[in-house]
């Protein structure tokens, strides 16, 4: 079964190249992932990021065992270390954007991963940055029910630039604070939607601050 669509997706290119495309993953698998996300009591928080809890493959044991102990968690893991996922990836940022990742890199020269992230509705977060230097693409996925969010919570994954413009060149990926960026997009977050770019020194991003008192629905991605 082909689990991702490439096909629904419309560009912004300035500040940089980003790609927002919808219903991503096969609607019965994501409806499995939906609804069988980790609890919070899992996750880890990262308050130097933001506001923010990470479940990641550092975490080992906690991680592996999620993973393995859901099939279809297990089937989407499986997925994203596949060399045709990457493949995937780089074919379709070769029709994309003509001058990336061109050339003779191949599947097998990169390594894919993925973490579960959730962000509190009471001041969830992501501060600004640019992502590690270690990484080459990224894509945010929504892992949400029907109905589970309503957009004018918020939430979304914006684009930003900092007020101060010898701070825009950031490969080593330092993060500031929101009050140093200036945001200037906000792609929605919707059910199965997806965020992807490559990273650069200028690809500046982030989550503003959630405030939905009295909520305990959690923005829930990976």
């Not at 080992?60 to 996922?85: H, L, M, T």
């Not at 919707?190 to 991003?205: E, R």
Request: proline share 6%; with cysteine; aromatic share 14%.
């Amino acid at each position: 079964m082909q689990i991702f669509n490439w096909h629904n997706v419309s560009v912004r290119h300035e500040p940089y190249t980003v790609f927002y495309i919808r219903n991503l993953v096969d609607q019965r698998l994501y409806n499995r992932l939906a609804d069988s996300f980790p609890l919070l009591s899992q996750f880890r928080h990262r308050e130097t990021l933001g506001n923010k809890y990470l479940l990641t493959e550092a975490e080992g044991e906690a991680y592996y065992d999620f993973v393995n102990g859901n099939p279809q968690w297990r089937e989407f893991y499986n997925e994203i270390k596949s060399a045709d996922f990457r493949e995937q990836v780089l074919l379709f940022l070769r029709s994309q954007m003509k001058d990336s990742l061109t050339g003779t890199l191949r599947a097998d020269d990169f390594v894919s991963r993925f973490e579960f992230s959730a962000l509190p509705t009471n001041g969830g977060s992501q501060r600004p940055h640019t992502d590690s230097p270690r990484k080459v693409v990224t894509l945010v996925l929504s892992v949400m029910k029907e109905g589970e969010w309503d957009p004018d919570w918020g939430g979304g994954t914006s684009i930003c630039t900092p007020r101060d413009e010898s701070l825009r060149s950031n490969y080593s990926n330092q993060y500031l604070d929101f009050a140093d960026v200036e945001v200037i997009d906000t792609f929605p977050f919707i059910p199965n939607g997806c965020v992807m770019f490559v990273k650069t020194a200028v690809s500046w991003h982030c989550v503003p601050p959630i405030s939905v008192p009295g909520n305990g629905v959690l923005r829930k991605t990976v």
